[in-house]
């Protein structure tokens, strides 16, 4: 048998992620279109296509359209030869989500959060996998990866370093789930992982320059930058939710007062509005936004009040944001879409009235269509990217 040195399999495995990302990309394609997409000559697309379809990775798709000779073979990836798990971090609820090869959900579930220490959410983390490990395990490659976006800083290898929502610190995350299960998995911030969900569904590329703000039970944020997604000197950029926009206001979670997150959450909103007896009086459980939103249907003027005073504070942060960063776009993402009947207006009165003139000509204030979906989208890409672009599914001997 052949011995291949270590700078060939890099070289091979290098050249395989290249020709399975295209096909991912373009599919169906043809062997002679890899050529044109990839640069690689045609022996080596040849070889490593019917390695890949011998490994089970992708198949065949039928014949294309001839060019004048004979009818080229397309190729497609074998989606549901292996799976990848999403999984979503949130103070109260875990969201986990298992997808193909080709990013299609095929089962989801949340479970309720009843404590947030560490021991609790990685326990229930690891019920989560195995169930998902209990439902595929008829396929070739089972889960392949496991992609998490969690609510805090986390640095390059995927250790949790705070978060304050949940008063975690210094929980080696990633290492812990790849050891349980000997699985690669991907740990990053929730507001990252949101903007690449976000991404995936960006077919006109309009995200380049794009300021993104995730609200929810707090507040966190991303950016792209010429395209690329910026992640600060040590990985931990993001945490706009601890902007002071009030000198000795409400005391944080993280320990500081004043913080945005503290004024302009869905949290925040759910505080206020639990104040008022005539809305809790119409309550037999914890109130929700869903209930938020039902009550500001029925033109209820207190909760709308409060609602158009939370999209006020949205813009007091997004103005500092907007002057630093000069984004194109400005992308509101999670559990505030719900409202943005109501948001929206009061947030771009106050933001186009005060943030600089030139920053504002060309600014685009943006809802998500995805919502609260963005992150578990975005978990499952990364899982997906990593999976493909590592090579954990080719063997060389």
Same mark, same amino acid.
Request: charge should be positive.
């Given at each position: ?28 394609? %043809? +062997?002679?279109?890899? /050529?044109?997409?990839?640069? *690689? $000559?045609?022996?080596? !697309?040849? @070889?490593?296509?019917? #390695? ?38 949130? %103070? +109260?609820?875990?969201? /986990?989500?298992?997808?193909? *090869? $080709?990013?299609?959900? !095929?089962? @989801?579930?949340?479970? #309720? ?285």
């Amino acid at each position: 048998m052949e011995t291949i040195t270590a700078d060939q399999y890099l070289v091979k495995k290098i050249n395989k992620a290249l020709i399975l990302r295209i096909i991912r990309e373009h599919s169906p394609l %043809s +062997k002679p279109e890899i /050529v044109t997409k990839s640069g *690689l $000559n045609r022996g080596t !697309v040849s @070889r490593l296509v019917n #390695e890949l379809e011998s490994s089970s990775i992708i198949k065949q798709l039928g014949e294309g359209a001839s060019s004048g000779g004979r009818k080229p073979t397309m190729y497609t990836i074998k989606a549901d030869s292996g799976f990848v798990v999403g999984i979503t971090v949130k %103070s +109260k609820l875990l969201e /986990v989500a298992l997808a193909d *090869l $080709n990013g299609n959900i !095929v089962r @989801r579930f949340t479970k #309720e959060m009843t404590s947030k220490t560490p021991k609790f959410i990685i326990k229930k983390i690891i019920e989560s996998i195995k169930e998902m490990q209990h439902y595929v395990q008829e396929s070739i490659f089972q889960i392949t990866c496991i992609g998490i976006g969690f609510p805090g800083m986390i640095d390059g290898n995927g250790t949790v370093l705070k978060a304050p929502s949940l008063k975690w610190n210094t929980v080696d995350l990633r290492q812990i789930i790849s050891d349980t299960f000997h699985i690669p998995c991907v740990v990053d911030n929730e507001a990252r992982i949101g903007l690449i969900g976000e991404k995936q569904f960006d077919k006109d590329n309009k995200l380049t320059d794009t300021l993104y703000v995730s609200v929810g039970n707090s507040i966190g944020s991303a950016a792209t930058i010429n395209n690329e997604i910026f992640r600060g000197y040590n990985g931990l950029s993001g945490e706009a939710g601890h902007l002071i926009i009030k000198y000795n206001g409400k005391k944080c979670t993280c320990g500081s007062k004043g913080c945005w997150q503290m004024y302009a959450s869905s949290n925040a909103l759910l505080k206020k509005i639990s104040k008022h007896t005539a809305v809790t009086d119409q309550l037999d459980t914890s109130l929700t936004l869903e209930f938020v939103d039902t009550l500001a249907n029925q033109d209820n003027k207190l909760v709308i009040r409060e609602i158009e005073e939370t999209g006020k504070y949205l813009a007091i942060g997004l103005i500092s944001l907007v002057n630093i960063f000069n984004p194109k776009n400005v992308l509101l993402g999670g559990d505030i879409t719900k409202l943005k009947k109501w948001v929206e207006p009061a947030l771009n009165e106050t933001l186009r009235s005060n943030v600089l003139p030139d920053h504002n000509r060309d600014l685009d204030i943006l809802f998500s269509e995805l919502g609260s979906d963005s992150t578990i989208i975005g978990a499952i890409a990364v899982a997906l990217t990593h999976f493909f672009e590592n090579g954990h599914h080719i063997s060389y001997e």
